[in-house]
């Protein structure tokens, strides 16, 4: 199997990414205020992607800087937030100690297949952030049983994408493939994508133990989407999607 990755046609993520964030607005505000951060803080977004949510978290007051490996996908970043964009890889990567947040969304820390990898990202990340700033991060963490597929459909005008994204196993233990379908309908014809990258697996334990070996605290657990609610008593042991609210030891 050939690895092909979908951040290469930016404009296909971008379709595919095109729902409301309101969601994810609301996630990240409420789990930096649960940690005394609001605007006009500076955040920095590792993996920003396209820069999603920057014009929205802006245009709420903070003050935001993002960073992403993908040359294409920075391409859409530069548009949407122009002068707050850098290119890094996540695994080495430096900034001064400037942010009083960070954040890290759907499953990008993932991206990082090795725990020297992760593990570089989470220093690189303290060391940009105040002593006790937070670093919201999204992730989904291995559950056993069969692989449940997630779907959705966006639509941006006329273009309309159906987006299947399903895991499947890799011969390494902590590594899974994940499967991406896109088929876009629009004016000037139809088309497919098929994307397959490799992710890493963090079992609960597994991060639990390498969060208590890194600069960052875990303080709150909340199960995706649960955000508004009561949080989880530590890491599910079940697995499943959660955001993670983590507080930086680093004494600066
Ligand atoms: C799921 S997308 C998330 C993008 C954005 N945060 C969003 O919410 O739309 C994952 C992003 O991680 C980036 N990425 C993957 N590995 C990376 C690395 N080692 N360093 C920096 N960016 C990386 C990809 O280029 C892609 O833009």
Not at 14 to 20: G, I, K, V
Not at 159 to 164: D, N
């Amino acid at each position: 199997m050939n690895s092909s990755s979908w951040y290469d046609e930016a404009h296909t993520y971008d379709l595919a990414f095109a729902f409301d964030p309101d969601r994810e607005i609301t996630m990240l505000t409420v789990a930096l205020a649960a940690a005394d951060v609001r605007p006009p803080a500076r955040l920095l977004e590792a993996m920003v992607g396209g820069a999603r949510l920057v014009p929205r978290l802006t245009s709420a007051g903070f003050d935001v800087f993002g960073f992403d490996m993908s040359q294409a996908m920075l391409g859409y970043a530069k548009q949407r937030a122009p002068g707050r964009v850098f290119r890094a890889d996540a695994a080495r990567f430096a900034t001064a100690r400037a942010f009083d947040g960070a954040y890290c969304l759907i499953d990008s820390f993932r991206y990082l297949l090795t725990e020297s990898a992760a593990s570089a990202c989470l220093t690189s990340i303290a060391a940009g952030l105040h002593p006790g700033a937070p670093l919201v991060l999204e992730l989904e963490l291995f559950s056993p049983g069969p692989p449940v597929p997630d779907t959705w459909t966006t639509q941006r005008g006329d273009a309309r994408a159906s987006v299947s994204v399903s895991s499947r196993a890799d011969p390494d233990d902590d590594l899974q493939w994940i499967d991406v379908v896109v088929n876009i309908n629009a004016p000037d014809g139809d088309r497919e994508l098929r994307s397959s990258q490799k992710q890493r697996i963090w079992r609960p334990d597994r991060l639990a133990a390498f969060l208590d070996a890194s600069p960052f605290t875990l303080e709150t657990t909340w199960r995706r989407t649960q955000e508004q609610g009561a949080p989880l008593d530590g890491l599910p042991r079940n697995g499943g999607p959660v955001t993670l609210l983590l507080r930086n030891g680093g004494d600066g």
